[in-house]
């Protein structure tokens, strides 16, 4: 290795190591306002990724407070084994929900069933998500990271609020990442199919941003109709998705990596406080942030139209030309 990359390393993590993980967490802690104990008592929550790490770690913290939960992932086993972690007389307020959202087809038949099921939801997670180090094509012909972590939310949100599946006064929490602040808004970005462009990281990065411009895109279209979307990053929360996707890091981190629930704080502060909307900010630790930290990401690739236009036509495209 040399200089260079290994100052480099140094500095990154310098930099995030006492913000991100459970240093941050702890320290911000001691300034925030005393609140009453969570209260979601009546509500019905819609989890997406509820199978493992923070998704788990929400329906979790729903549930004992009193919310009924839809609990989504690709695999009913998951599910059905993390329902089973939970104490006895929560099981009952969680139905599980199997949709492989890695599939454009398969999001669409998530959200046929949950709109047949007529039921309407207090609040969203769109929390479901990936970092692939190697590239893996979908049967559709499109590249996973991409799929999962912002096409399917696109689909999945824009699909229930247009089927008036949220009740009044709703709230929809999308769930990046740090690893945003790497990519400029593009299109260019997500979906890279060729294996001689693809890096993981990277795409990941891309989608991330793309959930934060979504966001704001999300409040301009549909804020009219009560529904408040707010975009949060857990910092650095040790995970079964970490460990897959970044073992090293998740080795010399261990100590200190925020447990699921501390990883999930923000999501569910929001839901219980509902802070006013405010346009380009990400939520961490109860506190809004900037959306940029790189001079390099802040002049967008792309337009949020033509992000939104882009994710119009892959919609409209069958599946097939996808891939071409
Ligand atoms: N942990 C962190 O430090 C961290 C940092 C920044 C951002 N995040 C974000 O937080 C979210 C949760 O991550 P995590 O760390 O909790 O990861 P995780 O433990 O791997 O959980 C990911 C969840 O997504 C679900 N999922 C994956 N592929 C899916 C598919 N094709 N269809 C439906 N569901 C699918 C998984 O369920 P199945 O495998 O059962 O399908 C699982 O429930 C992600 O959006 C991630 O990018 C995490």
Redesign the pocket.
């Known amino acids: 290795m040399d200089t260079r990359t290994l100052l480099k390393i140094i500095n990154f993590y310098a930099r995030f190591t006492p913000n991100y993980t459970k240093i941050g967490y702890f320290a911000r802690k001691l300034g925030w306002p005393k609140m009453p104990p969570l209260d979601f008592s009546g509500q019905n929550w819609l989890i997406?990724?509820?199978?493992?790490?923070?998704?788990?770690g929400m329906m979790r913290a729903a549930t004992e407070a009193g919310a009924t939960v839809v609990a989504?992932?690709?695999?009913q086993a998951?599910?059905d084994a993390a329902v089973a972690e939970l104490p006895e007389s929560l099981q009952a307020s969680v139905t599980t929900m199997p949709?492989?959202?890695?599939l454009v087809s398969?999001t669409q038949a998530l959200l046929e069933k949950l709109l047949a099921s007529g039921q309407k939801f207090d609040v969203l997670q769109n929390?479901?998500?990936?970092?692939f180090n190697e590239l893996a094509l979908t049967s559709e012909g499109r590249e996973t990271t991409y799929v999962?972590?912002v096409l399917?939310h696109y689909v999945l949100t824009k699909g229930l609020v247009e089927g008036g599946a949220f009740n009044n006064d709703a709230v929809v929490v999308n769930?990046?990442?740090?690893?945003m602040y790497n990519a400029p808004l593009g299109t260019a970005g997500l979906n890279t199919t060729d294996p001689a462009k693809f890096n993981g990281k990277a795409s990941?990065a891309y989608a991330?941003r793309a959930q934060v411009a979504l966001t704001d895109y999300w409040n301009d279209s549909y804020g009219d109709r009560g529904i408040s979307f707010y975009v949060t990053?857990?910092?650095?929360?040790?995970?079964?998705?970490?460990k897959?996707a970044l073992p090293v890091f998740s080795i010399i981190q261990k100590p200190i990596?925020?447990t699921?629930r501390q990883?999930c704080d923000t999501a569910l502060w929001l839901c219980a406080t509902r802070p006013p909307v405010e346009k380009d900010v990400v939520w961490f630790d109860r506190k809004t942030r900037v959306t940029h930290m790189y001079d390099y990401t802040k002049k967008p690739q792309c337009t949020i139209e033509e992000l939104v236009e882009y994710f119009e036509n892959e919609i409209g495209q069958p599946a097939a030309a996808a891939t071409a």
């Open positions: 997406t990724g509820a199978s493992s790490g923070l998704g788990k989504v992932s690709s695999s998951n599910l949709g492989d959202m890695s398969g929390n479901a998500g990936i970092l999962v972590n399917s769930m990046t990442s740090g690893g990941y991330k990053h857990p910092g650095w929360t040790r995970t079964p998705g970490v897959k990596l925020r699921p990883g």
